[in-house]
Structures are given as structure tokens and as C-alpha cells.
């Protein structure tokens, strides 16, 4: 699963899920470009884990809800590199709460960072990968995208939207050999599920078959795989990666 000569973007990337990305991309010899909001030191940490590897890394700051500030970050990075070839719409936010008693403002920034940040970050990078004929789009949805989740009714509609998108682009960009899938990852180790009880996540634990939590690289392994010319044949799929705790 080479990736030499391509290179890729990974929204929230200093972090998680997205760093475990990056650095495998990194390692399967793309080019990275490490998206973060908040955390300069960790997003320039995964940059300096590439280069130290002999890959090419840079990071760059934008918020992926804000159109202003994606379109004159990429628009400099697009101006010199010309074509992101891999995207992979990573950055999210959780916050729970019951639907009933749940805050519009919460309701907004939970779709605006999940769902309207990656169709935002694939507009502004599609027309480059359309000029070429190539191009892999990879979003970071969820299992409870797939099942719902007491507790997570903005994230899991968030996640399933991913997924509608998903087969949306597929169906509009295939004909310009662009791929769009998604990952959904299960119970994975991140600063995101950390903020989860004790006995939430022994009640989590309880429905992985495979009894244990997924790790970020568990997930970097699935995006590579699908950014990759080994998943030539494959689009608008959303894949579980999950531990079959989706079964
Ligand atoms: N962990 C899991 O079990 C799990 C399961 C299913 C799906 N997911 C999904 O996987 C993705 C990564 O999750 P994670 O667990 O790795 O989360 P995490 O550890 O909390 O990291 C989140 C990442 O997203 C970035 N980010 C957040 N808001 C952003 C914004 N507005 N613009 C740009 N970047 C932003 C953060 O950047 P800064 O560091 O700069 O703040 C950070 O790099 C998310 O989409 C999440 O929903 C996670």
C-alpha cells in the first residue's frame, strides 16, 4: 500500500485518530499536511515524527467549520502543491446530552465541526483532484453513525450524515475517478473517549466481541488501505472498524 508521490490531508490531525493517520500515511510515503485548530505543539510533534522517518510533513491551522479560514489556508496550500490527491475528513467533536434537553448552540457545533467541516474541506479541495482524474476521500464517521446511541442524537445524526455524504460523493465524483468512502471506527483509545466514565466504558467493553478497545493506528490501517491503490475497485462504502461491536 504505497502512497509515494501523493499527498494528503488529514483534518485534525495533531491529534487521536487523525495523528495515527497521518503518521501512517507518512510511513506509506505521502506527503502530509496536518490539519489542527487548537494544538500547534501536538499537530508540529506529528510533523517531526514524519520528517524524522525521512517523509515530508507540514501543519497548517484552520478551523474546518469556517469557510473563510479553509479556503485561505488551502487556497495558499492548493497554489503551490496544486492538487491535495488524498483527503481524509477526520476532525470532530463529541458532546452528549439527551435530545430533550439538548442546547441548539451544542446541536450547531456538533454538525458544523463533523458533518458541515468535511463537506467544506472536500469542496475546496475536489476541483484540484477532478483537473487530475484521482483522488481518495476518506470520512472519519462512527459506528453509532450506523446505530444510533442514547445520549449522542446531534453526533450519531453527524456521523450518518458522513455516511449519505459518502455515497453521494461517490456517485457524483466516480465518473472523475475520485473514490469517497468512510471508516467507522468503534470504542477507540483517544482523548475523546477518555472523557468517558468508568462504568461507561465497561458497559462499552461489554458489546466488542473482540473484547478490547480499538487502538488510533487500528484506524490509520483501514484509511491507508482505502487512500491506497489496493482498494482501487472500492466506493461509497463506510467501513466498520469495530471490533464486530456493530454486528
Ligand atoms: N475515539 C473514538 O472512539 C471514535 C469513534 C468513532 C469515531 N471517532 C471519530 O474519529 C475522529 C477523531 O476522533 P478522536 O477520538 O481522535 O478525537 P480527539 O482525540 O478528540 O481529536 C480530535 C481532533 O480533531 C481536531 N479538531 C476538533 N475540532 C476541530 C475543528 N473545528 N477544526 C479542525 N480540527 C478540529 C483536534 O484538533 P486540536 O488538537 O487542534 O484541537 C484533534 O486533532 C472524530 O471525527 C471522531 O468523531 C472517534
Redesign the pocket.
Known sequence: MKLDGEIALV?????????ACAIALGQAGAEVIV??????D??EEVCGIIRKAGGKASSVK?????PAEIDSALGAILKEKKRIGILVN?????HDGLMMRYALEDWDRVLN??LR?AFLVSQAVVRGMMKERKGSIIH?????GVTGNPGQAA?CAA?AGLIGLTKSMAKELASRNIRVNSV??????????DALTADQKTAVLSHIPLGR??T?EE?AHAVVFLASAASNYITGQCLMVDGGMGM
Do not use: E, L
Open positions: 483534518t485534525g490531525g495533531s491529534r487521536g485518530i487523525g495523528r490539519n489542527y485548530v487548537s494544538s500547534p501536538k499537530a484552520f478551523d474546518v467549520g469556517n477526520n476532525a470532530g467533536i463529541a465541526t463533523n467541516g472519519m464517521s462512527s459506528i453509532v453526533y456521523k467507522a471506527p468503534g470504542y477507540i483509545q483517544t482523548d475523546m473517549t478497545v480499538g488510533p484506524i
